[in-house]
């Protein structure tokens, strides 16, 4: 039987990837349990992506993750199609300079596998149609923010349909999401992906930051069926307004055990700030259109930390510090982040893996 498989990747957009997928026929007969392996690799026409040049284009597609197309499989007794995430090389075999996930790869063999690290991202982002953030009167701006974060009421909030929608079908493909709210702009909302409160298989940094690219994916397809567009801009709205973010929260094995948790956090802090200027440059674009000190930021010049504190670089959360042990919360990144370099430079910084700038020693262009 012949099913079908959207092949879904990074770009090479600079300087923010874009995601990109196309769909494929593909002959997996009457399998009721398919693997990773039924997907064959593919190529594309990197000229059109900015990752190859014309007279050498070919970009091959490793499949690295697959789930169930919510889109094209309404329930689990329909019939099935996949969203296929994939990795980009190039004729050389070689990872191409927008495969971040070889770098985040590349980071855990060097030794990294070994903290257990996990991340859960707050993925902010705004809802925009006609040029203006979906609520917002033409020519003009709304009241202003205050009543529209975690709001309720036609007048506080836009576009809960797609939000809704989007976490429905992240849920039914069985994707780590935990969580949606509006946000502090009206027409701004975030959803959460990651630990969920139960020890669930895979929950490593390669398969968290997987599921979040596809929770992109798949939000972005949502919001096209209503003809809006998603920004994941650091500061769509210039002015008074908050911007849209990415906070990371992570932890190693030693952060979240009880006896070793509080000493494994304040190292981890000194070791994020020590590393602060290296680090931040690869938070976002424009990031510090967002990171002003106002708007519950931090400023992306300074380093600081504090417990309960919205306003720092790293959080600790109350209830962290209260009982010793459990995760910490990076502020700092921007809603158009890379969360396989973030997760990156986390790991490598925390764990003083390989005491440099990993993002050009560990990336290649072309097999450059």
Known sequence: MFKLAEYIWLDGTSPTAQLRSKTRVVPLGDKQNVTLKDFPEWSYDGSSTYQATGDHSDVVLKPVCFVRDPFRSQDASSYESYLVLCETFNANDKPLKSNTRALLRKVLEAGGDKFDAWAGFEQEYTLFYDGRPLGWPEGSAPAPQGPYYCGVGADKVYGREIADEHMKLCMNVGLFIYGLNAEVM?????????????????????????????????????????????????????????????????????????????????????????????????????????????????????????????????????????????????????????????????????????????IPSLTVVNGD
Request: proline share 3%; glycine share 8%; with cysteine.
């Open 186 to 358: 009206l027409g701004q909302w975030e959803y959460q992906i990651g630990y969920r409160g139960s020890q669930e298989l895979d929950l490593d940094l390669l398969t968290l930051c997987d599921h979040m690219q596809l929770a992109r994916w798949i939000l972005i397809r949502v919001a096209e069926k209503y003809d809006v567009a998603v920004s994941f801009d650091n500061k769509p709205i210039k002015g008074d307004w908050n911007g849209s973010g990415c906070h990371v929260n992570f932890s190693t094995k030693d952060i979240r055990d009880p006896e070793k948790g509080r000493k494994a956090i304040d190292n981890a802090i000194q070791n994020l700030e020590t590393n602060h200027k290296r680090d931040i440059k690869h938070y976002g674009d424009k990031l510090e259109e967002r990171l002003t000190g106002l708007h519950e930021t931090s400023s992306i010049t300074s380093f600081s930390s504090g417990v309960s504190n919205r306003g720092a670089s790293i959080r600790i959360p109350l209830h962290v510090d209260k009982q010793g042990y459990g995760y910490i919360e990076d502020r700092r990144p921007g809603a158009n982040c890379d969360p396989y370099i973030v997760s990156a430079v986390l790991l490598n910084s925390v764990g003083e893996i390989l005491d440099t700038d990993i």
